[in-house]
């Protein structure tokens, strides 16, 4: 009999005792027709609408002596339920309570209109004749009763759970209809909200039915309004008359739709409960933290307490009558009081018991203090809750004094809130903190919505427990090698040298300091980094000034100082530097001379040829007062800076003594500049060593595209005033990617002005327009200024790995140039014109790069990469100058094939003059087709000695390498990989892709088709649908 | 028609508390001296230091209910089985452990504040 237990009780519900009498003459009819048709079993698979039916087997089981009697009415069989003791009877009603609710939903429910009356009487109805039933069984010995009374109880009980756990489901069918009564909103006296609606009440009462409105409900969040709930418009204005504080001239009706947003209060109720932490928002303690004592929703106030801001002096004056100066925004510095010293100035200090509490508190002057602390009631609107993170500082001040941390625990409850999702992973370890079992350590084994299960360390308790996550903490051990995942010192990492309960002292991996953080904000971590890369204006790898007037490079940057390798030349002196130390950044572009009387200037390659670190070579990448800033990768400490005076080295390659000319006069006057141009370019060519003759001239045919990469203006045409890169350069027009609208248009060479104020001061005036002109390296990016290592075209395969494919991608927003190559060159010029013999080679050069002004060294002939391993692209790329590879560090992703390529290029600079002229005649030029991996795509990766995983690519580094999330929904763990390490997932179709070559680069898609090596590509963005190379589209990884 | 209505309040702000299960808004000394008209099982009126914990003053909202079976709002508010009287919409905390096993022991569903 499931349904018994829905039918009981309700005596309260005054509708079905209206509809009683109604009820039971139904009742009746149904029985008789009931006891000539069917089994009972089958009744009571049957639902709802069998209720009724249900009744009638009661009935029949009564033996129906109750029959007769049933028809009289209910008033007959009331008193017999009394019989029952009165805690059965609880037991029934509490139960039906939510069942009935049930029901009536049902009822009301659109669907099943017509039930809505009728079932609370057939509960009625019900109730009343199993009553008798139930009386009568002690002597009967009914044992078919008993067991139904069985199962009646059995299927309440499992029916509670039901409700209990559908809430949410259910809560849907008590939409409002159009049968409902509607709210009405009412004027009211502000601040008399409650008061109206109780009035309401008081006044139903003592009227009774004659006040037609169903309820009255008044917002704590809404003044000056209530709600009505009646059926008519006219119920509400009669229910209000004579209630002054209820304007009743205007009711206005809420839509149906938003009833339920009238009572939806759960959400804006703000949970302000004991040891929340909160921030005052005005007066003397705004911002500073509180912890909330008491609240008072009533009256909206809490009592939170805080560190006293009290001038103690001022306070005294100011008891004794004296004139107190005041002075305005001076507020006292957070303290804890002191009592005695209150007393040594004789202020009156009363003890006092808070009769609530029963706690003491001292209390001067009205304010009240305990423990040092003050406890201060104030409105609850002047205090933020909401997202309030302690910063450690503050909570370990907020420890009352004498207190270690223990104690503690318990505030940092608040803490656990701001837990983000996740927090625990499986494997960490972590310790009880609250609980019977504090104290007790394990690791994490699974995560539940609020419980962790964990493996506790002790022997002996269950394999796993399930604990809430608020009564774990994470737990470390010295010696653990640890990272800062949130908090102010986000991103450090170090090594655990105690623990003192809940927070850490961790030496710091790079300034080698203490700092205290919560267990909370750490994970074990190997990886050793500062996480930051800039504070304030300063950066990683920048040259700055000093306060004592030394400079230095900063070779890492902590969270809130910087490594600085000082600008002193023969011994590595490294000083820990906080931001306000630093008095600037040191930004000139200054040459000097080498031992050789060489131009040395940034970006350009030296040799250590004195001093410790004699032999190391790299590119210089600050100069200041006479000493050299050298990268060397492979000098493992400081970052690889090595410092060096200029005399001390020499230019790789350089052994002709430049003048001193600076390249920048030059582009001021580009007329004359243009001629030494050429000339200017193969000196640098010339590092790679003794083929420098050849070199030289590729080096000027490279400079055709010198434009290339460039940022240019458009001074005509219907592109005027639009400012853009140069993508490639075609003849007498040059093909422009536009910055403000992503598109590439093409436009004439003449109407472009390239003496655009981009990002770089360093960058060279305008060169454009002149063919010869040697190569000009444009934008770059600031955050990658130093990157780019390996300029050197002699430089190993590895580096050549490394740096080749970016080259072309002077256009491609991701490949910043370095600004000090800009330097370089302008360096060069002067050394060109004193060696007669790359003159002599230039010409020629001059004579065919003209006309093809750009087609240089940035794009490939034929251009694609993917086809990189052919020997034409070799070719291609040996042409490319060498030297300026390096200076295109960009962070841009190098396929993995153009790494392999490239070592069978060593050097790339030793060119036959043949290929100089392919590179500088060449026709075709597809600079936009070479693939490189870009952030989002799936690659597989597979390192030595591992199979092969497939992951996304999360981020393309400097070197070419990139951080993957292993997993191919990104679940796995975080590696870097090498650029041969991967290789780009091929899509297939239907598979969302992203085009990671040409101008659609970057865009996403849908790779619709496929036809040999082609794939039919549907363009997100514009929707258009492209043919483009099946190489230069990878699988994009699905978020 | 109808059942008794609980008790009204006697005062609008002060000592106004709520019933941590049915959310019924009576002041302390209504609780104290009546107890629940909802939740007899309480029996705050022979235990006065039940009051406390089975009532809450931290409540947000204020419902007259007089007719909970017709009222949508009561019913919206799954008040619309108890007494006719003054509810709140909601109570910010959950009734204590022991309290609900009280109720889970008389077969009442208890359902804890919705924390957002």
């Known amino acids: 009999m499931p349904r018994r237990g829905d039918e009981d009780d309700d005596d309260l519900e005054p509708e079905e005792e209206e509809y009683q009498a109604y009820d039971e003459d139904e009742e009746e009819e149904e029985e008789e027709e009931d006891r000539g048709v069917s089994s009972r079993k089958r009744r009571r698979s049957e639902f709802i609408d069998d209720v009724a039916e249900e009744d009638d087997e009661e009935e029949d089981e009564d033996d129906d002596d109750d029959y007769g009697g049933g028809g009289g009415g209910g008033g007959g069989r009331r008193p017999r339920p009394k019989r029952r003791s009165g805690s059965e009877f609880f037991d029934l009603e509490a139960q039906v309570d939510t069942d009935d609710e049930e029901e009536e939903e049902d009822g009301e429910d659109d669907f099943i209109v017509d039930g809505g009356a009728e079932l609370p009487d057939e509960d009625d109805g019900r109730r009343i004749q199993r009553r008798p039933l139930l009386s009568r069984e002690d002597e009967q010995e009914d044992v078919e009763a008993l067991e139904r009374r069985i199962q009646a109880r059995y299927a309440r009980s499992s029916h509670t759970e039901y409700d209990e756990e559908t809430t949410d489901v259910e809560q849907q069918a008590h939409l409002p209809s159009v049968r409902d009564p509607k709210l009405w909103m009412v004027k009211c006296a502000i601040g008399r909200e409650r008061e109206a609606v109780i009035c309401l009440m008081q006044k139903y ?38 209630l002054r504080n209820i304007f009743s001239q205007k009711v206005m009706l809420v839509p149906i739709k938003e009833m339920t947003d009238v009572l939806s209060v759960e959400s804006k109720a703000i949970d302000l409960s004991r040891d929340t932490w909160v921030r005052m928002k005005i007066g003397t303690y705004k911002g500073d933290l509180a912890k909330v004592v008491d609240v008072d929703n009533v009256r909206q106030r809490v009592t939170v307490k805080l560190i006293p801001r009290i001038d103690l002096q001022a306070l005294a004056n100011k008891m004794e009558g004296r004139e107190v100066v005041k002075k305005k925004a001076f507020v006292p510095p957070p303290r804890f009081m002191n009592i005695d010293e209150a007393r040594e100035l004789n202020i009156r200090v009363e003890r006092r018991r808070d009769p609530m509490t029963g706690d003491y508190f001292e209390n001067i002057s009205g304010m009240l203090f305990k423990d040092g602390f003050l406890y201060k009631t104030v409105s609850i609107k002047s205090i933020s809750s909401q997202n309030i993170k302690p910063t450690f500082d503050e909570l370990e001040k ?62 002996g308790l269950p394999k796993t427990l399930a604990v809430n996550e608020k009564e774990l903490c994470k737990y470390f051990e010295p010696g653990n090698h640890v990272k800062v995942v949130s908090g102010t010192q986000e991103g450090a990492t170090g090594m655990v040298v105690k623990v003192e309960q809940h927070v850490l002292i961790i030496l710091s991996d790079t300034t080698k300091e203490h700092i205290r953080v919560f267990a909370d904000d750490v994970v074990e971590s190997s990886e050793v980094t500062s996480g930051v890369t800039r504070i304030g204006d300063y950066e990683l790898h920048d040259l700055v000034l000093l306060d004592n007037m030394s400079f230095g490079v900063i070779i890492r940057v902590e969270s809130e100082a910087f490594q600085v390798l000082k600008g002193v030349p023969d011994r590595p002196e490294v000083a ?6 630093i008095k600037c950044k040191i930004e000139k572009k200054i040459n000097v001379q080498d031992r050789h009387k060489n131009t040395v200037s940034v970006k350009d390659i030296v040799r250590i040829i004195e001093g410790p670190c004699k032999g190391k070579q790299g590119p210089v990448e600050h100069i200041h007062r006479g ?43 580009p007329s004359l500049r243009t001629p030494p141009r050429i000339p200017e370019s193969p000196r640098r060519f010339s590092r790679g060593g003794p083929p420098l003759d050849s070199g030289g001239r590729h080096r000027g045919g490279r400079g055709h595209d010198g434009l290339v990469g460039t940022t240019v203006k458009v001074r005509q045409g219907p592109y005027k005033g639009y400012r853009g890169r140069v993508v490639e350069i075609k003849g007498g027009s040059v093909r422009v990617e536009l910055e403000s609208q992503m598109k590439v248009v093409t436009v004439d060479r003449n109407f472009i002005s390239d003496n655009v104020v981009v990002s770089t001061p360093y960058r060279d005036a305008p060169r454009y327009g002149m063919g010869s002109e040697t190569p000009m390296h444009p934008s770059r990016t600031p955050l990658h200024p130093y990157m780019t290592p390996m300029r050197d075209p002699g430089a190993t395969p590895i580096h050549d790995g490394m740096r080749t494919p970016m080259r072309d991608r002077a256009w491609n927003p991701y490949t910043p140039m370095s600004p000090p190559r800009d330097n370089w060159e302008d360096g060069n010029p002067a050394s060109w014109g004193t060696s007669p013999q790359y003159q002599a080679g230039s010409p020629p050069l001059r004579a065919y790069e003209a006309p093809t002004p750009g087609s240089g060294w940035a794009n490939t002939p034929g251009g694609n990469y993917s086809e990189a391993g052919t020997p034409r692209d070799s070719s291609a790329y040996a042409n490319a100058p060498s030297p300026y590879l390096p200076s295109t560090p960009g962070g841009q992703p190098l396929t993995p094939n153009s790494a392999s390529y490239l070592p069978g290029t060593p050097g790339g600079q030793p060119m036959t003059p043949g290929t100089g002229g392919l590179d500088a005649m060449s026709p075709v ?71 990671m070559a040409g101008l659609l680069r970057g865009s996403t898609g849908k790779l619709i088709g496929v036809d040999g090596s082609d794939g039919i590509v549907k363009v997100d963005d514009t929707l258009d649908v492209k043919i483009l190379d099946l190489v230069s589209l990878a699988k994009l990884a699905q978020p | 028609m109808g059942s008794a209505a609980a008790q009204i309040p006697t005062s609008f702000g002060h000592e106004l508390r709520a019933c941590l299960r049915c959310r019924l808004v009576k002041t302390y000394d209504q609780f104290r001296e009546s107890g629940c ?14 009051v406390v914990d089975c009532t809450t003053p931290n409540f947000t909202g204020i419902i007259s209910v007089m007719e909970p079976s017709r009222s949508w709002a009561a019913r919206w508010l799954r008040i619309g089985k108890f007494v006719p009287g003054c509810y709140t919409l909601a109570v910010s905390e959950a009734l204590p452990e022991d309290l609900q096993n009280l109720c889970e022991d008389e077969h009442v569903q208890y359902a804890p504040p919705k924390r957002v």
Request: net charge neutral; aromatic share 6%; glycine share 10%.
């Open chain 1, 576 to 581: 820990l530097v906080k931001l306000r130390e």
């Open chain 1, 925 to 995: 030029i597809g600079g936009d087709n070479e693939v490189f991996l870009m952030p989002d795509i799936l690659v597989s990766v597979r390192r030595s000695g591992e199979e092969s995983v497939v992951g996304i690519v999360r981020e393309v580094l400097v070197d070419g390498s990139c951080r993957v999330v292993l997993g191919s929904s990104g679940n796995g763990e975080t590696v870097t990989a090498l650029a041969d390490e991967m290789v780009v997932v091929a899509p297939r179709k239907n598979d969302k892709i992203k085009i």
């Open chain 1, 398 to 459: 907020f420890r009352k004094p004498g207190e270690n941390g223990d104690g503690d625990m318990a505030s940092l409850s608040t803490l656990f809130a701001n837990r983000k999702k996740g927090h625990f992973m499986k494997g960490d370890a972590v310790i009880v903190i609250k609980g019977d079992l504090k104290n007790l350590k394990g690791w994490v084994e699974k995560v539940e919505e609020e419980n962790v299960h964990i493996r506790p360390e002790m022997k």
């Open chain 1, 627 to 669: 000493v050299l800033f050298i990268y060397d990768r492979h000098h493992l400490e400081h970052a690889g800076f090595i410092c060096a005076k200029a005399h001390c080295c020499i230019i790789v390659g350089g052994s002709r003594t430049g003048g001193n000319r600076n390249g920048d006069s030059y582009s001021r006057f």
């Open chain 1, 205 to 242: 009462i003592d009227k009774g039915t004659e006040l037609q409105i169903t309820s009255a409900v008044a917002l704590d969040h809404l003044k000056n309004y209530i709600y009505i709930e009646a059926y008519k418009e006219a119920h509400v204005k009669e229910a209000c008359k004579g």
């Open chain 2, 37 to 50: 008209e909802n939740c007899p099982f309480f029996k705050m009126d022979e235990d006065n230091e039940r």
